[in-house]
């Protein structure tokens, strides 16, 4: 059982290059998010999907575009890379909008923009 | 906005001892969920426990339990009878009526044979 894969899971940018940020789960699970995870900031929340065809904006999503492709894939894209966005990218899951939903987390991707 | 504060960065203890580690977070909300989550080196997220706002009594699994007191807005996880193995950062996480799930800074916890 996969649970929430994310690729890839290590990535170099230069600054201006785009990029995404794939992930995918095999839980039949309504709801997905994106969370970015910096020193001493913990985990900030760029954007989720409370079910397949709806997108909304978390703490941090200036400079990230999202697609909830079907209800398996939500990607993450970086139009022009910054320094700033230099940071491990998680993606999580859970079963519906329910807020007693324990989230399921893939294991994170490494992003490097020089 | 809900927000969730973790005012201690680092904390160690001795194996076999116990710790607590404090978490704050502010809400007009009346319902809503807390978690602590586990992240050891491997960075794979672990949920430990959670705890529903109705329930007045303190959530536990196995050593690990929470002192949850909703008028101060405070949820500490205390981990007694520490192992080698709980060394890992350690998140508190807020949930409410939006469906966000909203993370503290975290506690890097340290535990020393």
């Known amino acids: 059982n996969a649970g929430v894969t994310q690729t890839p899971k290590f990535q170099v940018l230069k600054t201006g290059q785009s990029m995404t940020l794939q992930c995918a789960q095999d839980?039949?699970?309504?709801?997905m998010y994106w969370y970015r995870q910096d020193p001493g900031m913990g985990l900030r929340l760029i954007y989720y999907s409370a079910s397949e065809g709806t997108t909304d904006k978390g703490e941090v999503p200036n400079g990230y575009n999202v697609s909830r492709l079907n209800k398996r894939e939500f990607s993450l894209r970086l139009e022009s890379a910054a320094p700033s966005q230099t940071s491990v990218y998680f993606c999580?899951?859970?079963?519906?909008?329910?807020?007693?939903?324990?989230?399921?987390f893939g294991e994170g991707s490494r992003l490097t923009v020089l | 906005a809900q927000t969730v504060t973790q005012s201690q960065p680092e904390m160690s203890v001795q194996e076999a001892e116990t710790v607590t580690l404090s978490c704050t977070y502010d809400t007009s909300e009346s319902d809503y969920y807390l978690f602590w989550y586990k992240q050891p080196p491997s960075r794979q997220m672990i949920l430990v426990i959670r705890q529903e706002a109705y329930k007045q009594q303190n959530a536990t699994e196995n050593r690990f339990s929470v002192n949850f007191q909703k008028a101060a807005k405070s949820f500490s996880l205390k981990i007694s009878d520490s192992q080698l193995g709980d060394a890992a950062m350690y998140f508190c996480?807020?949930?409410?009526?939006?469906?966000?799930?909203?993370f503290g800074q975290g506690t890097t916890l340290q535990v020393k044979p």
């Open positions: 839980m039949n699970h309504n709801s």
């Open positions: 999580a899951s859970r079963p519906s909008w329910s807020i007693s939903g324990e989230l399921f």
């Open positions: 996480a807020y949930t409410g009526n939006t469906g966000k799930l909203i």
